[in-house]
């Protein structure tokens, strides 16, 4: 399991504001901070485009 920490993260407020992104090999996570931690909102492919995820 990999652990990554807050600072290695990029805001990615492109999309929505408070999402953040986090680059694992050829994937790209998006999530949000929550009061519990964080929520993953989507898991794409690099070649994915976030911006049509809504």
């Known amino acids: ?9 990029e805001a990615s407020e492109d999309l929505y ?5 986090f680059p694992v090999e050829s994937h ?13 909102l989507a ?3 690099q070649t994915q485009d976030p911006h049509n995820l809504y």
């Open 28 to 40: 790209i996570i998006y999530y949000q901070e929550v009061p519990a931690g964080i929520e993953v």
């Open 1 to 9: 399991m990999r652990r990554w920490g807050i600072n290695v993260a």
């Open 43 to 45: 898991v794409l492919h």
């Open 17 to 21: 504001f408070g999402v953040r992104s």
